[in-house]
């Protein structure tokens, strides 16, 4: 018996019967040979971190505050971070498959836009100028990057329910009950990180924004903190300890009424006084600037195009796409350095 074995049976007497298995996986678009010593969502884990370029390029992809000149603002990465640590958890408490989750956390924001959530929504209105049926959802690109863009178009070839997972989790500014109750991934996994994402980007936001004096403890809503908690350490505590609480031995994920409604009444907090707030609208304006710059500029110039991905598609749908993908890519540094470069005195003035 190999350790890959040793492994899954050890799976199929410990975890969840609403685990998903190693050894039941839908499989991948292409078959390989098994590996002798790891499951196969323990491959795609380690894919993900070894192979796929734009998972290391998240480090330089900033969550909020659009480049930000504090060192311990959190950026894509660590907030990729955050959310394994806080999946893993809950996956362990409810006994499901911790390899799975780890590698639909970490592979679950590798389609983001430099410049946070306002690039993406920039990036779609810059897309749909040249192909007006065409849409943009980071979460939708992150399945595209591990199954088309990585390794040259071959894709990192991952397990059907590691692509489902990382295509499931986005949720905008939807309840969280909403999205609990109408958002149904292959696996109780991909469940688990969409929930671990909101826990995580609630309160590492908060926690950015109160540190860089936009946000002070005493505007947060009474209900939060009396339910929530006032500390950091304490709101994903108790987000967490409800997970798991009210989905142990559940074929579903859910929370307590109590705290859904404080979780749901921070979220709108954040949305109303951080993310729509006057110093964001500004910075949306700089960020739609850049990012509508550079797509003209590759839709328009064949020289820069090609400079830059090697080719440049005659049709203009397959150009905005692949221009599209171009942009996404981009670390806020690289993609603020070719608007500076192309449009600015001193730069190479297309």
């Known amino acids: 018996m190999t350790i890959r074995e040793r492994i899954e049976q050890l799976e199929s007497e410990t975890l969840s019967p609403y685990a998903a ?25 380690d894919r993900i971190i070894h192979q796929c370029k734009a998972f290391r390029r998240l480090a330089h992809k900033t969550q909020v505050f659009i480049s930000p000149r504090h060192d311990h603002i959190r950026t894509r990465l660590s907030h990729t971070l955050e959310v394994s640590q806080i999946a893993r958890t809950i996956a362990k408490a409810l006994r499901l498959n911790e390899s799975l989750t780890e590698a639909i956390a970490l592979g679950h924001d590798v389609g983001h ?60 500014r939807r309840d969280t009950a909403e999205v609990l109750q109408s958002d149904r991934p292959l696996t109780l996994e991909a469940t688990v990180v ?3 994402d909101r826990i995580a980007y609630l309160n590492h936001d908060l926690d950015d924004c109160a ?12 209900e939060c903190r009396d339910v929530l908690g006032t500390r950091y350490s304490q709101r994903i505590s108790t987000m967490v300890r409800d997970v798991i609480e009210q989905s142990e031995n559940q074929p579903v994920v859910r929370l307590s009424s109590r705290v859904l409604r404080a979780v ?34 590759y ?31 981009m670390t806020d540094r690289y993609a603020t350095d070719r608007y500076v470069e192309s449009y600015l005195p001193g730069g190479v003035l297309v």
């Open 113 to 172: 836009t430099p410049f946070g959530h306002a690039g993406e929504e920039v990036l779609e209105e810059a897309y749909r100028e040249y192909d007006p049926t065409a849409h943009f959802l980071h979460a939708e690109h992150s399945v595209r990057v591990v199954t088309v863009v990585e390794r040259d178009g071959e894709g990192l070839n991952l397990c059907r329910e590691t692509v489902d997972g990382i295509g499931s989790h986005s949720k905008g």
């Open 299 to 329: 839709m328009t110039s064949d020289e820069a195009l090609v400079a830059a991905v090697g080719r440049a598609p005659e049709p203009v749908a397959a150009r905005a796409r692949l221009v599209c993908d171009y942009i996404a890519g």
């Open 21 to 45: 298995l190693s050894e039941n996986s839908r499989g991948r678009e292409r078959e390989e040979p098994q590996c002798d010593v790891r499951t196969v969502y323990q491959r795609d884990r």
């Open 194 to 196: 969409s929930v671990s």
């Open 264 to 297: 749901d009444a921070l979220k709108e907090f954040l949305y109303e006084n951080v993310y729509h707030a006057p110093p964001m609208l500004e910075e949306r304006r700089r960020v739609r600037m850049v990012i509508q710059s550079l797509f003209r500029l």
């Open 211 to 222: 540190s860089a004096g936009l946000v002070a403890p005493e505007a947060i809503p009474q």
